[in-house]
């Protein structure tokens, strides 16, 4: 087959009916892959804030990838978007992984098994904290715990929907004393309250013990010790009429002689109990919570920013499953090797032809305004002339009279012969 054989070929395949469906076909495809990446694979955030800076500017965009792939493959140092408990996405840095302990000194020094670092404006540690990172099937023991791991394990358990709560009692070595002492101590200018004792974070049950160590004789520590407790519903006996009869069948049953039937007796109908009757409220009791064990990974996710911004620090540990989204990088990538730079020309581009518009619209002004000052220049002159003929004198001017021809005098004697 020759070549010019091939390239009429070519050319008709591409011409044909089939080549046009089939292109038409694969940018359908491709319209319905993009439809189905952007709104299930993935997303645009926008920061909303500059609790990542410098990372991530002041609402800018990120894109995230919300399959479950990706969230299970996050590790250390990865920007992921994490749910709060408050319903709120937000894009934070995970900073220790599940297993991980980490030591955050009170002036920001952060270390970790990965890297060391230093959190600029850090004022969430008050005292310097070595907190461990549980991974799923650890046991934990609450009495074990710091203070600070101690409040992580009760928002993650409140997290996952159990009702718990602790009672606090305040020790003075090994012996304890009033809790009535905490009353007199002062956060925040105020008196503190007996109520609150039990949900005060870890940094104001602190600043309490030093207040309270001051003030009470003695060298032993002092120590706001807490108790976990879970709150269970409690098993009611039965209360319908049905339940009743069954658990009396099997009672007499039970003692009845064996080789003897025994023989219900005929209860009296009360119709009134056959009417319905709401259940009634359930009871509940609470029983001491001494060791929890994890069912999830845990993780530690941190701003960029120091101080006041919502994340770990304050809100404890996030589990693999508020962790929704994994920061792409690519497009980042694409915006910094493409867009931003056409952003950049465009926007130099932008100040060329303002600066040129702004020459050119002088210019134009400048030329008018010379061309108006010519004008108004020609019409003064006119002006000043016509105001001189109307001022000067009328002068009578005398028109020159034609001269005679002068005669000669020549006598008659001369002229006769």
Not at 221 to 247: C, G, M, V
Not at 254 to 268: C, D, F, N
Request: proline share 7%.
């Amino acid at each position: 087959m020759s070549r010019l054989d091939r390239k009429v070929r070519r050319l008709q395949r591409r011409n044909s009916q089939s080549h046009a469906f089939f292109l038409f076909f694969v940018l359908i495809a491709i319209f319905a892959a993009s439809i189905f990446a952007r709104y299930y694979v993935i997303d645009p955030v926008q920061i909303p804030d500059s609790s990542m800076f410098p990372k991530f500017k002041e609402r800018s965009i990120v894109w995230v990838c919300k399959l479950p792939q990706c969230a299970s493959s996050a590790k250390e140092q990865d920007y992921v978007l994490a749910k709060f408990y408050s319903n709120e996405y937000m894009i934070r840095r995970i900073i220790a992984m599940p297993g991980d302990t980490i030591s955050i000194s009170d002036k920001g020094k952060v270390i970790t098994p990965h890297r060391h670092f230093k959190w600029k404006g850090e004022d969430a540690f008050i005292q310097t904290q070595s907190i461990y990172i549980p991974k799923i099937g650890d046991t934990l023991r609450f009495e074990q715990l710091s203070e600070v791991e101690q409040d992580y394990l009760i928002s993650y358990l409140h997290s996952l929907g159990e009702k718990v709560f602790v009672k606090t009692t305040l020790w003075q070595g090994e012996r304890e004393i009033n809790i009535d002492r905490v009353g007199a101590t002062k956060i925040a200018n105020r008196q503190v309250s007996l109520k609150e004792i039990d949900f005060l974070p870890w940094q104001d049950r602190y600043l309490i013990e030093l207040q309270i160590r001051r003030s009470e004789p003695g060298n032993s520590p002092i120590k706001l010790k807490r108790k976990l407790y879970r709150i269970r519903q409690k098993e009611l006996p039965p209360t319908n009429i049905a339940e009743q009869d069954s658990l009396q069948d099997s009672v007499d049953i039970s003692l009845t002689p064996p080789g003897e039937v025994a023989v219900p007796e005929i209860a009296k109908v009360d119709t009134a109990s056959d009417e319905p009757q709401p259940p009634p409220p359930p009871e509940e009791t609470a029983e001491p919570l001494d060791e929890v064990i994890i069912t999830k990974d845990c993780y530690f996710l941190a701003c960029e920013k120091g101080s006041n911004c919502p994340d770990s620090r304050e809100l404890g540990y996030f589990s693999a499953d508020h962790i929704v989204g994994l920061h792409l990088k690519t497009p980042d990538k694409i915006k910094a090797k493409f867009v931003d730079p056409a952003l950049t020309y465009v926007k130099a581009a932008e100040v060329v032809a303002r600066d040129i518009w702004r020459i050119v619209k002088d210019s134009a002004e400048k030329a008018y305004n010379f061309v108006v000052e010519i004008f108004k220049s020609d019409e003064a002159d006119e002006s000043e002339k016509d105001d001189e003929s109307e001022d000067a004198p009328s002068k009578k001017v005398k028109k020159p009279q034609p001269t005679k021809p002068r005669k000669s005098a020549i006598r008659r004697e001369d002229m006769e012969p």
